[in-house]
């Protein structure tokens, strides 16, 4: 048994009542260790990386409770994968972070680790209870990350978020109970080796939890018609908050990627294929109307929060077609909408502080302070986010595309990725021609945040470094940008592989459960 599976979860739960009790009011201590441990989690991150690449899936029984009675972590290369991203994103925007944002509140940084022990529970968990914990632990989190600084429209964009989270907690909860009568368990592998076991008379019960299932993985990656918490929410929150939350919806697409090419995949029998006749038109709609909002935006916090419910609609798309191919796509993709976003929210929150007034609105205002890089950087997130040559957007949607030719499909999802590309250009270049290139007025010579630094007696330098840890953030996003363009050969042949680890369901069912799978 591979203890290291588990440190991914333990080590932010203890570092973040660590921080909760004793380093709360010393910020130094707190970014110290707070830092140590997104770096390590990295680290070990890109270390089960490895193992999974060269190894069947692993299994870490807590307690060493046998499954599926006891609690499990599985790592394959799709868990390995998600860990890898969760914990550089959170690294990176970490950085971003203590450039200021994380003076506002005294329980950030343990806010933080429990956010990112959430996210890793949630990719690693190996039964649906403990992903409902997990949920539980990422809502809990976030909700104190979203309100992080006060303010009326932050507090009232947080509780619609939690308002919504519960609800979906609620049809979480009975969506488990339905599918636990019916089989008996919720051990992930052991349900997919049941769920072509069960009665004919048994088996309508058993659709519709597994249904409620899709509807609660939907709302968590904000999908048509359950979407429209997500841009409120991403406008107010605190912009690394936004870059952080960047990968909670794809803990959503992740449980869909998880659960029904596991369970209810061509060997489910009468149950097979179950998520695709709903999946794939809510993901058509969620990308129509995500690029739709892009284009009447008010805010750029609104344009950075619908291009993430664009996003999401080009990547369930390719979720949705259940091939080998498609999923291999949409894995590219994940990595870079998840990456384009973060960098996106980053940007806008600095641009929106060097506006004055006009905060992020999209009207016309006194140019950005150091227009010409942040109108250069703004531009590049553009291209990434809209899916434009030359960076990785460009690449991933390709790819998708190509893996949609012989669905009965392509001819729509062409059309609408192709449509919504145009709709995303049309709704960036007003955003940046409003922000950037509508007024002659002169910029002011230095930033609010330098002078009120030192009106505190802060010295000069470590405000200087202050100011520059989200810029050196939202440019080290950018660069992966490049490096993913430019090694997109070989991880798309990895991505090849992860795909078809999670369309061969025996090998995860057999490393958890210790039998073979099926007839073998």
């Known amino acids: 048994m591979n203890h290291w599976i588990v440190l991914p979860v333990l080590l ?13 009011r010393d910020l130094v201590i707190a970014r110290a260790l707070s830092v140590a441990s997104c770096a390590a989690l990295l680290v070990l991150a890109g270390s089960l990386l490895a193992t999974a690449s060269a190894e069947a899936p692993q299994v870490y029984a807590l307690g060493d409770w ?9 790592l394959d290369r799709l868990a390995a994968l998600m860990l890898v991203l969760a914990d550089l994103l959170a690294l990176v925007v970490l950085l971003a972070a203590i450039g200021g944002a994380d003076r506002e509140g005294r329980h950030f940084h343990a806010l933080w680790q429990f956010q990112v022990m959430g996210i890793n529970g949630a990719f690693l968990t190996g039964d649906f209870f403990n992903l409902f914990v997990f949920f539980e632990i990422l809502l809990i ?19 619609q978020y939690v308002v919504m989270n519960l609800v979906g907690s609620t049809l979480f909860l009975l969506a488990v109970g339905l599918i636990y009568g019916v089989t008996g368990t919720l051990n992930m592998a052991d349900l997919a080796a049941r769920v072509p076991e069960v009665a004919a008379g048994d088996r309508a019960l058993l659709h519709t939890g597994a249904l409620l299932l899709l509807l609660v993985f939907a709302l968590k990656a904000a999908m048509v018609p359950v979407h429209f918490w997500l841009p409120g929410t991403y406008a107010h929150a605190p912009a690394v908050v936004a870059a952080l939350f960047a990968i909670m919806t794809k803990v ?17 029998g009468a149950s097979s294929g179950l998520a695709a006749p709903w999946l794939l038109p809510a993901a058509m709609l969620t990308l129509l109307a995500g690029m739709t909002g892009v284009l009447g935006a008010q805010s750029m916090g609104q344009l950075a929060g ?16 259940f ?22 929210f980053l940007l806008v929150g600095m641009i929106a502080q060097r506006r004055g007034s006009a905060g992020d609105r999209l009207r016309v205002a006194p140019p950005v302070e150091q227009a010409p890089l942040f109108g250069a950087l703004f531009f590049s997130a553009a291209i990434a986010v809209c899916g434009m040559p030359p960076l990785s957007g460009f690449i991933g949607k390709l790819l998708i595309l190509d893996s949609a030719r012989e669905s009965v499909s392509s001819s729509w999802i062409w059309g609408l990725i192709l449509g919504t590309s145009l709709l995303a250009i049309i709704g960036f270049t007003r955003a940046g021609s409003l922000v950037f290139w509508t007024s002659s007025a002169q910029a002011s010579a230095r930033g609010k945040g330098m002078e009120a630094a030192a009106a505190e007696g802060e010295p000069a330098a470590a405000a200087a470094t202050a100011a520059a840890l989200p810029l050196v953030a939202t440019s080290a996003l950018l660069a992966s940008l490049v490096a993913l363009t430019v090694f997109a050969g070989p991880v798309s042949e990895w991505l090849d592989e992860t795909a078809a680890q999670v369309y061969a369901p025996a090998q995860y069912v057999d490393a958890v459960l210790g039998v073979a799978a099926g007839n073998e």
């Open 306 to 321: 619908f291009s993430v419910i664009g996003s999401m609609g080009t990547l369930l798309m390719a979720v949705a077609l």
């Open 323 to 344: 091939t080998e191919e498609a999923l291999s796509a949409a894995l590219y993709y994940l990595l870079h909408s998840t990456l384009a976003a973060a960098a996106l």
């Open 66 to 74: 046998p499954a599926p009675y006891g609690i499990v972590l599985v």
């Open 12 to 24: 932010p739960a203890l570092l973040g009542s660590v921080l909760l009790m004793v380093a709360r």
């Open 141 to 159: 989190a976030s909700y104190g990350l979203m309100v992080h600084g006060g303010g009326r429209e932050r507090l009232k964009a947080g509780v």
């Open 252 to 268: 959503g697409a992740y449980a869909i990627i998880r659960l029904f090419p596991l369970a209810f995949g061509d060997d489910a």
